[in-house]
């Protein structure tokens, strides 16, 4: 229907704006005024398996978040505790400094690294908490600066 209602969540700081007769609020139809967590629906990096993964916080219940997996299906959607949720970060390109801490892109993710050799625009980076074999020379459309706060490792 093309009526829409207000709802008011007390105590969680939230709106949700709801078609009326619909059982859940469309992705792009919920906001929120609390200032710790991202608000729903805008992008947001979230922390699976040690590295930060792209998306979006599709639903959000007292301290709970329930986030979208950019690129994968809803199957994959998931509720966890809003902590491991920041707001999406700058996307790069960032020429590391050597010893300089970043964060590199590969397969689909952020990985925390270090910055330990330079050769022209190339910058050699180790993967914080992973062997030498990881070590790799990447382009700086790579990399990003690393964010300020808690660490992936």
Not at 13 to 25: D, P, R, T, Y
Not at 112 to 136: C, F, L, P
């Amino acid at each position: 229907m093309t009526v829409r209602r207000l709802l008011a969540a007390l105590g969680a700081g939230m709106m949700i704006l709801v078609a009326s007769g619909a059982a859940s609020a469309s992705r792009a139809e919920i906001a929120t005024s609390d200032a710790r967590t991202p608000s729903t629906a805008s992008s947001v990096e979230i922390l699976w398996g040690g590295s930060w993964w792209d998306g979006s916080i599709v639903d959000r219940r007292g301290k709970s978040v329930k986030v979208h997996y950019t690129g994968w299906g809803d199957q994959w959607d998931e509720w966890m505790d809003a902590s491991r949720v920041r707001p999406a970060g700058p996307q790069g390109p960032h020429a590391g400094q050597v010893r300089e801490r970043v964060e590199v892109s590969w397969g689909g993710s952020w990985w925390e690294a270090t910055v330990i050799g330079r050769k022209g625009a190339q910058m050699k980076i180790h993967y914080v908490g992973w062997g030498n074999e990881w070590d790799e020379w990447v382009e700086a459309t790579r990399v990003r600066r690393a964010r300020s706060g808690r660490s992936a490792h």
